[in-house]
């Protein structure tokens, strides 16, 4: 249950409440703040290897190879990037031959990195923001001249690494106190590489793209270790992001990589199928997670053929991405639009696989005649809706956190004296819903690689969800089944088949996915009935669906099947045999098929209980919570009961402000 103040808790038990709920629409989508990207520049220059990087003056550092021009090097600096500024002049660096680019920097110091034809590895460096450039110093060479990616990122001393790769292998430098070391290959087994970004955020944070050993192209993420998460030196499992078959048309390349607020990332999507595109992609990780673990929400497209993807970096407030013919940048501030004021009537219903929200907003001035323009860009479909429920107190409006969800629709109604706009909004699950899977992935196939818990995780970032623990069971942890989804998959139905194989649930509330082991003997968080009063209340008790439960496995060694049988003696006493079968080769011992059994059975039991109470709204009411009901006309004298499904209804021409909340048993 959501935490509520003194003065809130009193107003909702208080036999005479006035209410109050706070409606805002914010430019977030799962949390994060979507970025609406705006293009400055569109020009003529080709395609092809370029890097851009901001100083701390604000100006916009571009560099780019001219593939028409025997490979030469230009570089551009453009002092106050606006609408308006002129992105089509460049400065020749009487450089040519270059086969790879690569810009980064940090405060007033900006650095330009080309490998040549000659193999030569060099840098151009400036003090003062790109104003001026002193000569190029030669770092080292490459292996070959068959170099695929090229990237940099300073430390916050001065230090640096650079990055490249050379056929199958990476390579790194460093250049420290001042000095460039000697390029160090890492210790992967890959194809041919094509490109690579790099970031540091206490470690090296990696993107890299290529083929791995079997020839299928994949999108990578890796650490090279500094001493935060990753051990200084070292370097971490390759992690895939995106991957695609090698008998398939597909292939990625163009990688850049920035952290603006998160971890975001654009690349290129090349197909050279029936009709052959070359597109650049972005994705991003999640809010509060760890690069390491490799949560990338599911990679999306952008309006634009490119096959050496779009460099992207940031200054302030605002986020930029850069091509040879093309520059945008894009606002990285939240904003918000509070629409308490105008609430005539709100609906929130939320279960178990989805939640929903209706609001309906006085127009009868014409206020919202035009949403999405104007003081009304915000109120468009995409776009946040953040849903308080409270009451007026002796301190003022308080509400609790409430629940968020996105916006998908809009109505108008018109009627003699009355017009309104109306909203609907949904919850995680709709996320999910949408969620299609662009590419094959499996694990587990050859040994321990994800549980249970990290493939919901992986599964749930892909829709923009990152996952919480509130409590757990043992199996989510420690079970590591083969498991795959495919093209087109939807999230939601993945999700489904994760938790078939677990006890544990999920209760998702705007940008997280709350996990959550329904124990029998978890304690209260309310009570109905004494304090807090019952409108109405219904107490159902049924018969469990299923009271035994066979499960059917197999012995990984000898081939032989392991079938064990769970039961509810008591329920098969009373009903004889309620059978359910299952059967699942990733069940490789006794105690996994017993705990699958006993997973079914208490899924069944909580099931069992029915029911509702129909309560004044409880602003800290969640699924799943354990509540004590207390209601004498039916017997009911602090009996347990777990919340399943919660109803809001505030209408307040009608006076109503009332909560209906399903029930199961604990």
Request: proline residues 5%; negative net charge; contains cysteine.
């Amino acid at each position: 249950m959501r935490s509520l103040t003194p003065t809130l808790t009193a107003a909702q038990k208080a036999p005479s409440r006035l209410p109050y709920v706070k409606l805002k629409v914010k430019n977030t989508t799962a949390g994060l703040v979507r970025l609406d990207w705006e293009r400055l520049y569109a020009g003529s220059e080709a395609d092809y290897r370029h890097a851009a990087t901001m100083p701390g003056d604000g100006s916009l550092l571009r560099v780019r190879v001219d593939p028409q021009d025997n490979h030469k090097l230009y570089r551009q600096r453009v002092t106050d990037p606006a609408p308006g500024a002129d992105f089509s002049q460049w400065t020749y660096t009487s450089h040519y031959g270059s086969l790879a680019v690569a810009a980064a920097s940090l405060g007033a110091e900006a650095s330009i990195f080309w490998i040549n034809d000659s193999r030569e590895i060099r840098q151009a460096k400036s003090t003062d923001c790109g104003a001026s450039w002193g000569s190029p110093v030669l770092i080292g060479y490459s292996p070959t001249v068959l170099v695929g990616g090229l990237a940099a990122a300073y430390k916050p001393g001065g230090d640096i690494a650079l990055l490249f790769t050379d056929q199958e292998t990476l390579y790194i430098v460093k250049r420290t106190g001042g000095n460039w070391g000697t390029e160090t290959a890492w210790d992967k087994t890959t194809g041919n590489l094509s490109s690579v970004a790099a970031v540091y955020d206490g470690d090296w944070h990696l993107l890299l793209s290529g083929r791995d050993t079997g020839g299928n192209y994949r999108l990578w993420s890796l650490v090279c270790g500094d001493g935060d998460e990753q051990a200084a030196g070292t370097w971490s499992d390759l992690k895939t992001v995106a991957q695609a078959p090698s008998d398939g048309d597909y292939r990625y390349g163009g990688v850049f990589l920035d952290i603006p607020d998160v971890h975001r990332a654009f690349f290129s999507e090349q197909y050279e199928g029936t009709e052959a595109y070359q597109r650049p992609f972005f994705s991003h990780t999640l809010p509060e997670t760890s690069f390491l673990d490799n949560l990338w929400r599911e990679p999306l497209p952008f309006d634009l053929q490119a096959g050496y993807g779009l460099a992207l970096t940031h200054h302030g407030d605002r986020a930029w991405l850069s091509a040879p013919f093309g520059v945008w940048r894009a606002k990285l501030t939240e904003e918000s639009l509070d629409l308490s004021g105008d609430v005539l009537s709100a609906r929130e219903k939320l279960t178990a696989t989805g939640g929903e929200l209706e609001i309906e907003l006085r127009n009868d001035d014409g206020r919202y005649a035009l949403p999405g323009t104007g003081e009304l860009a915000l109120l468009e479909t995409g776009n946040e809706v953040e849903f308080s429920p409270g009451y007026i107190t002796p301190d003022g409006k308080e509400t609790s956190d409430g629940q968020s969800f996105c916006l998908e629709a809009f109505e108008h109604t018109s009627a003699p004296g009355r017009a309104t706009l109306v909203l609907r909004a949904y919850d995680g699950w709709r996320l999910l819903g949408n969620f299609r899977a662009g590419h094959q992935l499996r694990w587990n196939k050859a040994g321990e690689e994800l549980n249970v818990k990290g493939i919901l995780a992986f599964v749930l970032a892909r829709a923009g969800l990152r996952l919480e623990v509130k409590s757990q069971s043992d199996t989510i942890g420690s079970f590591y089944p083969d498991f795959t989804f495919k093209p087109g998959d939807r999230g939601d139905a993945i999700i489904r088949q994760l938790l078939d194989f677990v006890p544990d649930v999920l209760r998702l509330e705007g940008a997280a996915a709350y996990l959550i082991n329904p124990r029998s003997d978890d304690p209260a968080d309310y009570g109905y009935g004494t304090g807090h009063a019952i409108f109405e209340g219904s107490y159902a008790k049924s018969a469990p669906g299923q009271n035994l439960v066979e499960v059917e496995g197999r012995d990984p060694e000898s081939g032989e099947p392991i079938i064990v049988n769970v039961f509810d003696w008591d329920e098969i006493g009373r009903l004889d045999y309620r059978r359910f079968r299952v059967g699942d080769s990733n069940l490789s011992s006794v105690m996994q098929a017993r705990a699958r059994g006993e997973s079914v059975l208490r899924k069944a039991a909580i099931a069992s209980g029915g029911g509702f109470t129909r309560v004044p709204v409880n602003c800290g009411q969640q699924l799943y919570d354990i509540i004590e009901i207390t209601d004498p006309k039916a017997g009911m004298d602090a009996v347990k009961k777990r919340v399943l499904q919660i109803g809001l209804d505030y209408q307040p021409a009608r006076a109503r402000y009332e909560m209906r909340l399903g029930l199961g048993d604990v």
